[in-house]
């Protein structure tokens, strides 16, 4: 059965170079997590942001934008023309045009991801999630999110249960991998409280609701002492944030333990090492992939 339920497409057409840039200019200027496509016969890149209520697109978001693909240009990347466009879809019309966009991932021989339709059979004692598209995204595509996946298909291989966070968890994919992998406990949590109710479904449908626990909250209102500390956590954030609320993200991290810190833009990276360096971590792996650069850093023992 169709829903007569529509969504509101706002799209920006940009070169491949700059597909990421743009999707953090689009998702920081909407407060909504943007998604690119990529025209194999025209060699353009659409970057798409989905809401639930017809934005308002005043003349300072399209300002914000268009500033924001000056300061792209600026910084030598291309970002095209970067004509905003607005568009009224059928929730049916945007979930059949995801199935041409999203395929099985393999993060080495320990986690297949797979969405709902796909027939994709997993490897033996390869753990399995389904997950398919919604407004809260992430779905192992970009290599942000990748590079998590490896981390915690990595550290997982210990025997002894190892102890995740996963702050800011979007469509919940992180901490339902790291369920699937056998680490406990899992915790999650996320600023918009959309993302939280769909990764709770997540979790749900992928039967580990019980092992984990999602919850709304905001990185920047923590604790500075924490009652809780984690072997591994996953902070897929921009860099700004990132450096700003460091202390809180590291007071968390267990000596020994991992920090895995991805969103960051290549031309940033070394500056936000240099600054978590500061406060004793080590960086143990990096790994670019676009235009963003993510790094794996280890919390040495005393």
Same mark, same amino acid.
């Given at each position: 059965m169709k829903t007569t339920k529509s969504l509101w497409r706002i799209s920006v057409v940009t070169t491949p170079e700059a597909e990421d840039a743009v999707a953090e200019l689009l998702g920081t200027a909407l407060h909504q997590p943007a998604v690119i496509y990529f025209d194999l016969e025209t060699g353009a890149s659409t970057v798409t942001a989905y809401l639930q209520r017809k934005p308002?697109?005043?003349?300072? @978001?399209?300002e914000t934008i268009q500033e924001g693909l000056k300061r792209i240009n600026h910084c030598g990347l291309n970002a095209g023309a970067g004509r905003v466009t607005l568009v009224k879809m059928g929730r049916e019309d945007w979930a059949e045009s995801?199935?041409?966009?999203?395929h099985p991932i393999e993060i080495g021989d320990q986690l297949l991801i797979k969405p709902s339709w796909s027939k994709r059979r997993a490897r033996k004692n390869q753990a399995?999630?389904?997950?398919?598209?919604g407004l809260s995204f992430g779905t192992g595509q970009h290599p942000t999110t990748a590079f998590c996946? %490896?981390? =915690?298909? %990595?550290?997982?291989?210990?025997?002894?249960?190892?102890?995740? =966070?996963? @702050?800011?968890?979007?469509?919940g994919i992180l901490a339902i991998a790291a369920a699937k992998l056998g680490y406990e406990p899992v915790h999650a949590f996320d600023f918009d409280p959309e993302s939280v109710r769909v990764a709770r479904a997540n979790a749900r449908a992928n039967g580990v609701h019980k092992r984990l626990r999602i919850t709304h909250?905001?990185?920047?209102?923590?604790? @500075?002492?924490?009652?809780?500390q984690y072997d =591994?956590?996953?902070?897929? =954030? @921009?860099?700004?944030?990132?450096?700003s609320e460091r202390r809180r993200m590291v007071n968390r991290l267990r000596r020994g333990g991992t920090l895995v810190l991805a969103g960051i833009l290549k031309s940033e990276f070394f500056r936000?090492?240099?600054?978590?360096?500061?406060?004793g971590l080590k960086l143990a792996d990096s790994k670019g992939g676009k235009e963003w650069r993510s790094g794996s850093f280890s919390f040495p023992e005393k």
């Open positions: 308002v697109l005043q003349r300072n @978001i399209r995801w199935k041409r966009h999203f399995v999630m389904v997950l398919d598209p996946l %490896q981390a =915690l298909v %990595q550290g997982g291989k210990n025997k002894a249960p190892r102890s995740f =966070l996963d @702050i800011g968890t979007g469509s909250g905001d990185v920047a209102k923590l604790p @500075i002492r924490p009652v809780r =591994l956590i996953c902070a897929n =954030l @921009i860099s700004t944030l990132l450096v936000v090492q240099a600054i978590f360096e500061k406060l």
